[in-house]
């Protein structure tokens, strides 16, 4: 990168703050503390059934923070937009029945209040990495806020929104790699895990991978999952649906109950080999 | 495309309305009606002189519509982000004195009754294409909107977000090709004009085509405008500054007076050919 | 451009030689002249009364040269691979026939001798602009070369391409733009009208544009044509096929006789104007 | 994938052979046996001291295939082009003194013989992952070939080129995935793990990754290779120089030999853990 970008990089840099941020959502649960954090959920929280459901396999499974989204970003006007604040509800009695923290995507300004009120963490979603009054709008908040990057955004664009939240007084940001928009189609989107290590070598904010929008096959969520880890994630958000055939969206990328368990199981033992590379250094 | 595309494209359809639109913004302006539009201004308001000055030399020239940024959306937060109201009222002056309609962008829906008070079209830029919330707002809205294509959005998702405008019950929408960014760096964005025909044949939005950020080198803007109308274009937006080389931003893609001038000239010449195919069949 | 990149550019550029190339293959039938090359015909060449179907409307329409693979690249080698010397031999009975010039593709070192025996120009595809060996080969021939830019080549790699064919020593070099890879797959490529003025600006050499491939829809020919023209190409190469729908490959962007001869009128009609603007100057 | 594509994958395909592709380069040395193999070495051949030095290096450090360029693919005419034969005698050379196998890049079927009388195994770059004529001349040879992904090529195409060289006969086919060109430019390539995972599905056929030309940064070498690893390649292969900041090409992507001797230890430790899983299964 250029002398020019240098500069433009400020508060997310690491010649602003030289520890590296760590996330403390309370209850022991943290991002960016050499844990790995795993998100998992289904896309959009469908019913009370099915977010309890979902939600107790994955704490069961060793998840801490459940996902669901209440407000969906959707392609078609004509496609299911979300439950809103009941879905947002929902998500607020799963955590309490199970005690998993929650993270769920705000749209726009008009429901950052509602929003803030029930979630833990704020995701901003790939297409507002850009909606610059959005940023500023939760950079005013105290609330730990997931911002992904945009399908077209490079790793400079994606820290200057960054930028924008934390210029706004928000330091906890935590960034989520989920994919960028290629020739490719085999895979829904190419998943650029390069951009984790590079990432970190710039800043100091946590990164999440979601291989799950990253690659959109379930077959591909275990391996690229594991290779997240030995890139040097934060953490992983992968979608988990107790019957992917049937949910309203994102089947197609959703591991059911038994994969993902499957998934956390080797996710543990990678771990703790990878933990062994950090306390030889 | 398939099947299923084919059936989500409703309102944008010509199966559902047969003539193509025409928004008339009054005194004889109108964009679609088988006329090139032209839009000329500079990226940014800047100040009363420049705008003034460069209102003038646009219709002179021959443009009916002025361009100007009044809140800018910019990649870095600690770039200029435009005079805000001021600006609007400085366009709403340079209408005045010239007779020129106006144009600027609405970045959220806190601004929209502002913006939509003075402007005669509201712009949603690129990073705001799937920006859901904020174009069912200006759906609500009886103005003209013209919506510029993501920079990585297909043709069908730029239609779906046409869609989200005209659902929530506007009509006047304009579509505007701005570059689509791919591997391709030695132009800033790869303007695709194959997007104008092949829009045109799927739905009966105008598509106006910008060189300008398409480019993003002024050099390109006159190959590129003529291109556009080759293709079918029922307009052309053009950034044009005093000095290119002292404005706030994007100079190295704005053409100066004399330059826009002989656009504007070979222009004309090339209109007229194109109408004796149209008459011809 | 950076420093580095300009200095790479050595025999392509216009330091090297003030004029423009023209490429004369006799019989008054020139390349970069001022003039508007077409070149037409099918994508491969299938049998003999096809190709003299063929050849016999793209001349009578008003094309100067007939194109036809004898050797084709195909993705799978499963597919029809072209008829080799009888494919040539056909091309030259049709040259023999109209007194249309010939263009075909050389895939190999191996089938040079055999190629070159026949044809008026060698075609190098996308797939081997970077087959350095066979640009070195055609670079000591005494024939004109069309050099298709490469489906992901930066306008820098494709000019440094040019360069190894003139390095070798043929300096009758001619570009084609084809159309890049990009996210967008509603066209077969993104036909990039820019990379024609930008490499005008940078190169002496002519550069024609395909919008058969560089599109991938015969409805989508004739608009971008015209805008080649119109952004200054020095021809165009279509495709042409009797019974597009019959055609053994790429039928669905072929022109039928009846669109080609609507086409070559508007062409004409166009280029008179476009040549008004070159003699004002 | 659609039924056509299925059906278009025939050798390449687990439905043409139920059990995985190992590659016996004898000495105990195999691609595809569950084993991970790492083949290390300089982007091009320099000088004897050179290759000896780095062959004692990464023999020592566990590699068993060495790696150097004696043709080079160089975009410009203008930069080295390799020691040729001079070359992979120096490679043969440092094979005998170290027992590593060697791999070498043929560019042209006019080389053939003699690069395969030196080498271990073919290595057939990106840039000629299209030429057919090269696919379908090492495809009549009894040698291993290495098919590194084109820059731009789809997974299917990947597989249709490695198809056509068994199509010829030959059998040993190793794929390799170098990264394909995006819009990002922090690195040279985006390296597509995703697409080991995917190819494993789909076909038999042993995956190699090349983290080094995949990212064009050392520092993102070692952790792209163990995410490598996590992701299921058969393989990794790694630049390394002695001087990286005096090679004569791709310093910045090279490891110094400290920096590999750690990537290798590291490597050793995540393969016994990712071992356990598949003996678990």
Redo the contacts between chains.
Sequence with gaps: ?DKKQKQ?Y?LTSWKHKENKTVIDLGDGVKIGDQSLTVIAGPCAVENEEQIFEIAKIVKAAGAEILRGGAFK??????SFQGLGEKGLKLLAAAREKTGLKIITEL????HLELVNHYTDIIQIGS??M?????LKAVGKLDKPVMLKRG??A????WL?AA??IM?AGNQKVILCERG????????RN?????S???VQ?LSHLPVIVDPSH??G?W??VK??S???????ADGIMVEVHPQPDDSVSDGFQSLNPNKFWELMQ?IK??QS??D??TLAK
């Design positions: 990168m433009t400020n970003p959707r392609t078609s006007p004509y749209m726009d300004v008009e297409r507002n850009d909606n610059y009054p959005l399908m077209a490079t790793i400079k664009e200057l930028e924008y210029e960028i928009r290629t020739f490719s189609q085999e895979t190419t998943l650029d895990l390069s984790v290590p590079l070598q990253g690659t096959r077959q591909l391996p690229m594991k290779a997240a880890l030995a890139v040097g080797e033992v990678l080999t990878l062994f590379f």
